[in-house]
C-alpha cells in the first residue's frame, strides 16, 4: 500500500537472523503489526506494538520501533526453515479499526 | 487462537454465476472485515462490519455485497461472478474495546472464475 512500504524479498541462511524493514507514513498510527502468512493460508498474527513504545520481545521476535523515523522492523533470532512465509506489516490508524498493509517481504531460509 | 473459519476453501466457477462465500467466527467478535489479495501481493480491505446489521464498503471498490445478520457469520455475496473477480478472499474479525484489538483471519477462499 501506499502507506505501508516493505522490501519486497530476503534471504538469509538457517540460524542467522532476519531482520524485515517496514516505513509507514501516518504519525497518528496507534499500533503496528506483524502477520505472517504460509502459502495457500491466511495471516497468522505475529505481534504488535503500541506506537509510544520502542521495543517489544517475544521468544525468537523483537519488534522495534523508531517512531521519528516512522520506521519498524522485525527480527527473527535463529531463523530456521519453517520460517519460510511472507511477512506483512500493518498500522492502524487513529480511531478506526481498519489496518492498512505494506506489500509483503518474502522470505525464504536457506538451509 | 482464533477460531475463525470460512469456506469453501476453493472454489473453480463459471462466469455469471452466483456465488456466496461464508466466513463464521465463534468468538462472538463484533467487527468482521472482508479483503481481497492477489497470491503474495497486499491486502486489500473491500468490505467491514462493526456489528450486526452494520456493513461499509472498504478502500478498493468491489461489486461484491455483505450482510450482517448474525454476530458470528459475516457472507460475501458474487451476484454474477466474473474472471476479474478471481482472487483470494481473506475474512477476518477482532474485539471491541477501548484498546486496539488485533484482527485474526481465516484460512481464505481462493476463487477462480472461467
Known amino acids: 500500500g501506499e502507506d505501508v512500504e516493505q522490501s519486497l524479498f530476503l534471504s538469509v541462511r538457517e540460524g542467522d537472523s532476519s531482520v524485515i524493514n517496514c516505513t509507514y507514513t501516518?504519525?497518528?498510527?496507534?499500533?503496528l503489526y506483524w502477520y505472517k502468512q504460509e502459502p495457500g493460508a491466511g495471516l497468522q498474527l505475529l505481534t504488535y506494538?503500541?506506537?509510544?513504545?520502542d521495543m517489544k520481545q517475544d521468544q525468537r521476535l523483537t519488534v522495534l520501533l523508531n517512531k521519528k523515523d516512522k520506521h519498524l522492523s522485525l527480527r527473527i533470532a535463529d531463523t530456521q526453515t519453517g520460517d519460510s512465509a511472507i511477512y506483512f506489516c500493518?498500522?492502524?490508524?487513529?480511531?478506526?479499526?481498519?489496518?492498512?498493509f505494506g506489500s509483503g517481504t518474502r522470505l525464504l531460509v536457506r538451509p | 487462537e482464533a477460531d475463525i473459519y470460512q469456506t469453501p476453501r476453493y472454489l473453480v466457477i463459471g462466469t455469471g454465476k452466483k456465488i456466496t462465500l461464508e466466513c463464521s467466527q465463534t468468538?462472538?467478535?463484533?467487527?468482521m472485515y472482508w479483503y481481497q489479495q492477489d497470491p503474495g501481493m497486499e491486502l486489500h480491505l473491500i468490505h467491514y462490519?462493526?456489528?450486526?446489521?452494520?456493513?461499509e464498503k472498504g478502500d478498493l471498490s468491489s461489486e461484491s455485497t455483505v450482510s450482517r445478520i448474525r454476530t458470528e457469520h459475516f457472507p460475501l455475496t458474487l451476484e454474477s461472478a466474473r474472471p476479474s473477480h478471481t482472487s483470494q478472499y481473506l475474512c477476518?474479525?477482532?474485539?471491541?474495546?477501548?484498546?486496539?484489538?488485533?484482527?485474526?483471519f481465516g484460512d481464505g477462499t481462493r476463487l477462480s472464475i472461467l
Open positions: 468468538m462472538g467478535h463484533d467487527k
Open positions: 501516518d504519525s497518528s498510527s496507534t499500533y
Open positions: 462490519s462493526y456489528g450486526v446489521n452494520s456493513t
Open positions: 477476518a474479525s477482532s474485539e471491541s474495546g477501548a484498546r486496539h484489538q488485533p484482527q485474526h
Open positions: 506494538i503500541f506506537s509510544n513504545m
Open positions: 500493518a498500522e492502524s490508524k487513529g480511531s478506526s479499526y481498519k489496518l492498512i
